[in-house]
């Protein structure tokens, strides 16, 4: 099993439409998690924590359910600035707290 | 904002030779890494640096590769016999090292081996 595992998509969605994606993860003893936006050859961005309590940025939303090993991101009134691919990440257990990265779920809002 | 900066953006070099990629880290981070990306592919591991010394490295990171960092501020890569399959974006980030804090990575190297 992937130590981090992402439906790559693409989601095709219209502007304004609300889309969710969701990430498994293997290790039930990790600890953090993030979502990261990457556009086409770039680096790696941070765009949010997930905490366990979930929590929102602005049209941005992060879950957590520690107990099925899965996270959620959801964006509402989506953007056409918003396509990009977005990174489930999961901070390893171990001495160095390297990121394991998911696949990616590749977002394309139209207009 | 403080930002970790990578050098050269793109090189190109030939099969059998030696390249060295650069990083400046965020100053006040402790934990240092280098990932790649093959086109197309996820972004992958390759090692952490903490304190003057190899913390982890993943199997990819054979030993064709070394990490450094020599003066304190640097951080490099050196790959040292290049092969057409290193080709990739390399990236470089770093971190405050907590185990919650994310990583913050440099705008990456884009290794072209010919």
């Known amino acids: 099993r992937k130590e981090v595992e992402q439906d790559p998509g693409p989601f095709n969605v219209p502007e304004g439409a609300t889309v969710a994606f969701n990430c498994t993860y293997s290790?039930?003893?990790?600890?953090?998690f993030f979502w990261y936006r990457q556009d086409c050859r770039k680096e790696p961005k941070l765009l949010m924590s997930?905490?366990?309590s979930g929590n929102e940025d602005g049209r941005f939303t992060a879950q957590l359910n520690r107990a099925s090993q899965y996270i959620s991101l959801l964006i509402r009134d989506s953007k056409l600035s918003d396509s990009a691919t977005y990174l489930c990440?999961?901070?390893?257990?171990?001495?160095?707290?390297?990121?394991?990265f998911g696949s990616g779920t590749r977002l394309l809002v139209r207009p | 904002e403080p930002e970790v900066t990578q050098t050269p953006s793109h090189q190109v070099t030939q099969m059998g030779q030696e390249v060295i990629l650069r990083c400046v880290p965020i100053?006040?981070?402790?934990?240092f890494y280098w990932y790649r990306q093959i086109l197309g592919q996820k972004v992958e591991f390759l090692v952490s640096?903490?304190?003057?010394?190899?913390?982890?490295k993943s199997e990819i990171f054979d030993d064709q590769f070394s990490v450094e960092r020599p003066d304190g501020s640097n951080f490099t890569l050196k790959i040292r016999s290049t092969k057409l399959e290193d080709s990739a974006m390399y990236f470089c980030?770093?971190?405050?090292?907590?185990?919650?804090?994310?990583?913050?990575f440099g705008n990456g190297t884009r290794l072209t081996v010919t």
């Open positions: 997930v905490y366990s």
């Open positions: 640096f903490y304190n003057n010394e190899i913390s982890e």
């Open positions: 990440v999961v901070i390893g257990m171990d001495s160095s707290y390297k990121l394991i």
């Open positions: 290790n039930s003893a990790s600890q953090s």
């Open positions: 100053s006040n981070h402790l934990y």
């Open positions: 980030a770093s971190s405050t090292g907590t185990g919650v804090s994310p990583l913050h």
